[in-house]
C-alpha cells in the first residue's frame, strides 16, 4: 500500500500552493492532483453542494487507489472533512486557516484573515477562532472575486490588485500585525500583497504545516512510500489547463497534465 499514491483536491488551481509544499517536504511520493476548477469557487456554494462536489472528488481519487487524501481547500475541508472522515476508510488531512500560530505571535493583539464566504462561515471556522485567538481581535475580510482571476491565471492584473487593496486597507487601519491567508488560492497573491502592506505586517498560510502533517500521518500509519526514486504527479483539471500548467511546472519535477471530464 505504501507505494500507491496521495490524492490532492481543490476547487481548482489554488491548492498546488499546497502540493507545493508536499512535493518539497516527500519527494519520492507518488501523488495525483484533482483541480475542480469547473466549479470553482467552493466559497459561494451551499454546505450541501460543496459536501456533493468533495464526495465526488473523494470517490474519485479512491477508485485510483489513494492511500491519503489531502483536502487542499479551505472551504471544502471546513464543510465537508467531517463527513468524509466518518465514511471513508483512509486518512484525510485538512486545511484549516493558521488562526493559532498567527494568534501566538501576534504583539498588536489584532489579526487579519482573508478567505472565501465558505470558509468565513463555517461552524470550524468559528471553534477554531474561539479555541486558539481569545483575546484577540480578528478583522475578517471575504476575498471575493479572488479566486476566479487566479483561476484565469490573472495574478498581475490591475482589477486583482484593486480588489486587494479593498480588503486589505481597512484591515491596515485597525493595526494588524499578521494577515492569515484562508484559502489555498490566495499564496499566489503574496508578490502583490507584500506591495500593499507593510513589511511588518507578517503574512501567513497553511502549507508547511499542511505538509508536515501529511509527512506525520503517512509514519504514523506506516505507509510512506519507500522508493528512493522522484515521485510522479498526475493532474487532472476539468477546464483547459494551461494554468495548472504554469503553476506545477518545476524543475526535476516530472508531472502529467490532463484534461478529465468530471
Known sequence: MSIIPIGIFDSGV??????????SLLPNEDIIYLADSKNAP???????????????????????GCKLIV?????????????LRENYNVPFIGIEPA?????????????????????????????????HASGIKIIEREGEGLVPLIEKGELQSVELKNLLSK????????????????CTHYPYLIPLIKEI?????????SGEAVAKQTKAILEKNKIVNPSTKKGEHTFYSNVDS??????????????????LDF
Open 71 to 83: 483536502v487542499a481547500c479551505n472551504t471544502a475541508t471546513t464543510n465537508a472533512i467531517n463527513y
Open 167 to 182: 480588503y486589505l486597507h481597512p484591515m491596515l487601519k485597525e493595526g494588524i500585525d499578521y494577515l492569515v491567508l484562508g
Open 14 to 23: 489554488g491548492g498546488t500552493s499546497i502540493w507545493k509544499e508536499i512535493e
Open 197 to 205: 502592506i507593510p513589511g511588518k505586517v507578517k503574512i501567513i498560510d
Open 99 to 131: 488562526i493559532k500560530p498567527a494568534a501566538l505571535q501576534s504583539e498588536s493583539k489584532i489579526v487579519g484573515i482573508l478567505a472565501t464566504k465558505g470558509t468565513l462561515s463555517s461552524s470550524l471556522f468559528h471553534s477554531t477562532s474561539e479555541n
Open 242 to 259: 494551461s494554468v495548472l500548467k504554469s503553476l506545477v511546472e518545476k524543475e526535476g519535477v516530472t508531472t502529467k497534465i490532463s484534461f
Open 42 to 64: 467552493y466559497g459561494k456554494k451551499s454546505k450541501e453542494e460543496i459536501l456533493r462536489l468533495s464526495i465526488k472528488n473523494t470517490e474519485y481519487l479512491l477508485e485510483r
